[in-house]
């Protein structure tokens, strides 16, 4: 046992909450009270709505992906399925933050968190634990375990692209086994649990294609989407979370995205990162009314809303470094 297991899980700071707290009074002056609360109202048929408009994507693009098609109908089927089976996370984002049910259903969340945690394939335990210590270490480099693990350390293109990959797998999963070494042995030995299902149910799915339908349904189904496609929507997804930020200023710490039709089914709300942060309890369906909201306050301190387009050329062309501000001139490599 390595001392880091040995001294247990260390105690976090609140960092993020401690920071932003002397500027409440600044969101507050542009949310009201009362629209708040009407914002955060939890609505169970309207998540489940979504939530079966995700999976009855996945269904209609897999039984026409399972039949050989040509390339102009199997490859944005393909795409689709792909973002289709990141976007799962943002559902079971909801549970984490307990925002689906108007009150806390614990065996109902647990079914779902599972539900979408598998879709997804990743451990349902160590997402909520992952997503929950990311809000509150937010802004520091060792605290919030995005920022510690998973935000690339070489400032370099080529490195970059590896997230783009299937790559990622591999950089997920270690980032993944290196935090968990700071969680409890319970919940370490619950996370595994869940690992290993996913992995089986994963890999199961797989097998099958390829035994009923043969290679090229396992690939279009399954393999493509989930190992190139997967990869391209989670990247693009991070990038407009917390790279293009101010470090000075707490709430500049999450990257401000403007609004899109596209984005916004693509991505099912998530793109709304920096209003989530502000306020996690508002459930996704009515993040991008938070923002609409909030742009007299963006106005004021000077946020200027981005594209993706935007976002990927500062990071992949003009080389911009994580967790800064992309306005300033940039480091190349």
């Avoid at 689906?100 to 968190?113: C, D, H, I, Q, Y």
């Avoid at 996913?198 to 097998?207: D, H, M």
């Avoid at 989670?234 to 039709?261: A, E």
């Amino acid at each position: 046992m390595d001392a880091i297991e040995a001294a247990g899980p260390a105690p976090k700071s609140k960092h993020y909450w401690k920071a932003v707290g002397p500027f409440k009074d600044v969101l507050h002056k542009t949310v009201s009270s009362e629209q708040l609360v009407a914002l955060s109202e939890k609505n169970p048929a309207i998540h489940l709505a979504y939530a079966a408009r995700q999976f009855a994507i996945v269904a209609v693009c897999s039984v026409i992906l399972y039949q050989d098609q040509p390339w102009w109908i199997a490859a944005p089927l393909i795409v689709l399925q792909g973002f289709t089976f990141f976007n799962m996370t943002t559902l079971l984002h909801e549970v984490v933050h307990s925002a689906v049910f108007k009150k806390t259903n614990p065996p109902a969340e647990r079914v779902l968190g599972l539900l979408y945690a598998i879709t997804s394939g990743i451990s349902a335990s160590q997402f909520t634990r992952w997503h929950l210590d990311h809000h509150d270490g937010l802004g520091t480099n060792d605290e919030d375990p995005k920022r510690h693990w998973l935000s690339p350390k070489r400032n370099a293109r080529w490195f970059k692209l590896l997230y783009c990959t299937p790559a990622l797998m591999p950089i997920y999963f270690r980032a993944a086994a290196q935090e968990v070494k700071t969680y409890p042995e319970a919940l370490r030995r619950t996370i595994a649990r869940e690992r290993m299902a996913t992995i089986v149910i994963q890999l199961s799915v797989g097998a099958a294609l390829y035994y009923f339908g043969g290679l090229g349904a396992m690939l279009r189904v399954w393999f493509l989407p989930y190992f190139l496609v997967f990869p391209v929507a989670f990247t693009i997804n991070r990038l407009g979370q917390h790279y293009c930020i101010d470090p000075t200023h707490p709430l500049k710490w999450s990257t401000v995205m403007q609004p899109s039709g596209i984005w916004d089914f693509l991505f099912v709300y998530s793109n709304y990162h920096a209003e989530h942060h502000y306020f996690p309890r508002v459930p996704f369906y009515n993040l991008r009314k938070l923002h609409m909201i909030l742009r007299p306050m963006y106005a004021e301190l000077g946020i200027k809303p981005r594209t993706y387009r935007e976002i990927l050329w500062k990071w992949f062309v003009l080389n911009k470094a994580p967790h800064t501000n992309w306005d300033l001139p940039a480091t190349t490599t």
